[in-house]
C-alpha cells in the first residue's frame, strides 16, 4: 500500500526530503489519528517553531505527542535529536517500543543494553538519524553524555529537551528531585535548544517551583482542563474495608485491570494475598520487594488482561497502561495532589473508569501524625496539614466532588452529574448539639481527671454503658454519661471522624486519646453549626452485567458478530505482543480494536481510516488484520 505522502515543495527539507513536517499530516499518517485534542495542536506548534513550554495536563490528556510530534517535525527538517528526559528507566523499553511500533526511530540509553547495542544506538544519535533518545535525568549530567550533547550541539544536531514528569524537580515532589535540579543546565549549557517540560501535577505551588527551577521563566504555559469526565470518584465510609474493596472488585470490575493503593508494604502484601485467595488476579509492588520481582509484577501487569496492581505508592509514575479500569484507595493519601495523579492513573483510553476510596477516623489520625511526628521544618509541616485539610474537606464533601477537586487546582466547573454525591446526595444532618456533647465530654474527662482517653471509651461514656473502665475511673458519674444514647456507635464515630477532620479534635500519642483545640471552643459555646454527612455507600454504575454472557471487560456497544471479531482481534494482538515483547495496547489499544470489530474493514484503505492505523501499522499488520477479520 503507497503511503500518502504528496506533498508541497515547501514541505521537502534536506533532511528527510518527501516526508511532511507538518504536524497535522505527522498526527495522520505516522499515529493514525484524524484531529488533535484539546491543547495539543497549540503546544505543538509552539513546540516545532522552537519556543519553550511547560505543558500542564492532566493524566490521559496526550502530553506525549506534544514533544512527539514536535520531535519528528524537526527531525525531518534537519534539526536532529530530540532529547527525552523520563525518571523511570523500568518504562523506557515500551515507549521506545510504541514508537518503533510507529516506525520512528527512538531509543533509549541505560544499562540494560549490549556494549554493541549501546555503541549502535550512540552512533546512531551522534550522526543525527535519531528522532528521540529517552534518557534518566542523572544520565544528563554525566560527563561523557555532556560532551555528545555539546558535539551534537555544535553541529546543529540538537533539536530539542523534552523534560517529562517536570514536577519531579519541586520541592513537593520529592521523588527522583535532586537529579531534576540538575537539569537546569540544559538551559544554561544550550540557552538556544528549545525545551518542553511536562506534568500532570497542576497546583500553584508545583508550578511556580517548576518555573523557577527549571529557568522556564521565558516559556509559554499551556494549562489543559484537568477534568477527567470519565472517571467517576466515590469516597466510602470504612467498615470492613477489604470487604468492601472486593465487593466494589466483584460488582463493577470482574476481569478489569486495577490498581488497589494501600500505604504499608505489609498491608500491600496482606490484601494482594487476600485478594488471590477469594479469587481476583492481585499481585502485590512495593519497595521492599526485590527489583527483579517488581519489574516481574509490573511486565505482568502492562502485559496481562485484568491484573489488579495491590501497592505503595513506589507504583505508578509513568505507568501509561490505557486500560486501568479503576484505582481503589483503602488509605488516605497525602494530598490532594497525589490523589488526584493516582487516581488519573484510570481510564486513560476515555472509557468509564472509578476511582474509589474508603477512609475512617483512623485515616485521619494517623495521617495527622504523620506530619506532626515527620522531622520537616514548621512551615512545610504547616503547609502539608493545610493540604491534609483539604483532602479531609473532599472526604466529607456533601456536594459534587469533581467541583471541589478541579476547584482545588483553580478551575471552576459546574456539578458533574458523575460522582457518589452528584448521583446520590448524601443525606445530611445538624450534627451541632451532636458535635457538642462529644467535645464537652472529652472536656469533662480532662476537668474530672486530668485524664485523656480514645474513641472507644469516650463512646460507651456517651452512650451510657457501664463498661469496666467507666467503673474505673467514675465517669458514670459525669454530667455527660449517657448523653448520646440516641446516637449508634458507628453514628459517634462519624462525629468523631467530622470532629477530627474539622481540626476540633486531635487524637494524640501511641494511644490516640483525645483532646480539644482552640477552635473546638467556639463549637462548644454555639457559635458554629456543624451540618455533617450521614454515612453511605458507593452507588453501582450500573453496567451491563458480566452475568449477561459479556465476556470482561468488552466495550459495552459491541455484540453479536462484533463481539466475536472482537475477541479474536484481541487474541492476535496477544500473540504480536508477545512476539515483540511489547504490553498488547502498543500494538494497537483496546478503542481501536473496537472500532475495527464495529466497521469490519474489508480493505486496507478502510482500514487506514481507523483511528489508530498509522501507516506504518498498516505495512507491519494490515493484511494480517484483514484475515483475522476473514474478508
Ligand atoms: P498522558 O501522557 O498525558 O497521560 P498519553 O500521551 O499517554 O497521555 O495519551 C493517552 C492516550 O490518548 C494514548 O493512548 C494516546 O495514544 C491517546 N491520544 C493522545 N492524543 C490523541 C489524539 N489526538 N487522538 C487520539 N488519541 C490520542
Ligand atoms: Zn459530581
Known sequence: MPLPLALDAQDATPASPGLSTQPLTILQEVFGYGAFRGQQ??????????????????????????????AISRHRAGKGVTI??????????????????????????????????????????????????????????????????????????????????????????????????????????????????????????????????????????????????????????????????????????????GIVYCQSRKKVEETAAWLTEQGVSALPYHAGLDASVRQKHQDRFLREDGLVMVATIAFGMGIDKPDVRFVAHLDLPKNIESYYQETGRAGRDGGDADAWMTYGLADVVNQRRMIDESPAH?????????????????????????????????????????????????????????????????????????????????IDVLRGKHTDKVAQYGHDSLSTFGVGSELSDNQWRAVLRQLVSLGHVVAEGEYNTLALTDSARAVLKGGVQLTLREAMESPKRGRVSKAGGKPAAAPADLDGDALSRFADLKAWRAEVAREHNLPAYIVFNDATLADMARVAPQTLGELSAISGVGAKKLQAYGEQILTVLGR
Request: some cysteine; aromatic content about 8%; glycine content about 6%.
Open 378 to 458: 514548621d512551615d512545610f509541616k504547616r503547609v502539608q496539614r493545610g493540604k491534609l485539610d483539604a483532602l479531609l474537606a473532599l472526604a466529607e464533601a456533601h456536594d459534587c466532588r469533581r467541583v471541589r477537586l478541579l476547584g482545588y487546582f483553580g478551575e471552576a466547573s459546574a456539578p458533574c452529574g458523575n460522582c457518589d454525591n452528584c448521583l446520590n446526595p448524601p443525606a445530611t444532618w445538624d450534627g451541632t448539639e451532636a458535635a457538642r456533647k462529644l467535645l464537652s465530654c472529652i472536656y469533662r474527662f480532662w476537668q474530672h481527671g486530668q485524664n485523656r482517653f480514645g474513641a472507644g471509651h469516650l
Open 84 to 257: 527525552v528526559v523520563s525518571p523511570l528507566i523500568a518504562l523506557m523499553h515500551d515507549q521506545v517500543g510504541a514508537l518503533e511500533e510507529v516506525g520512528v526511530n527512538a531509543a533509549f540509553l541505560n544499562s540494560t543494553h549490549s556494549q554493541e547495542d549501546a555503541q549502535r544506538i550512540e552512533r546512531d544519535m551522534m550522526a543525527g538519524r535519531l528522532v528521540m533518545l529517552y534518557a534518566a535525568p542523572e544520565r544528563i549530567t554525566n560527563l561523557r553524555f555532556q560532551a555528545q550533547l555539546a558535539s551534537l550541539h555544535e553541529r546543529g544536531l540538537l533539536s530539542l529537551f523534552a523534560i517529562d514528569e517536570a514536577h519531579c524537580v519541586s520541592q513537593w515532589g520529592h521523588d527522583f528531585r535532586e537529579d531534576y535540579l540538575q537539569l537546569s543546565m540544559l538551559h544554561e549549557r544550550f540557552p538556544d535548544v528549545p525545551r518542553l517540560a511536562l506534568t500532570a501535577t497542576a497546583d500553584d505551588s508545583t508550578r511556580a517551583d517548576m518555573i523557577e527551577r527549571l529557568k522556564l521563566e521565558d516559556a509559554r504555559v499551556f494549562i489543559s482542563s484537568f477534568d477527567r469526565p470519565n472517571i467517576r470518584y466515590a469516597l466510602v465510609e470504612k467498615d470492613e474495608p477489604r470487604k468492601q474493596l472486593l465487593r466494589f472488585i466483584r460488582d463493577e470490575h470482574d476481569g478489569d485491570a
Open 41 to 70: 495542536q497549540a503546544i505543538v506548534d509552539h513546540a516545532t517553531a522552537g519556543g519553550d513550554a511547560l505543558v500542564l495536563m492532566p493524566t490521559g490528556g496526550g502530553k506525549s505527542l506534544c514533544y512527539q510530534i514536535p
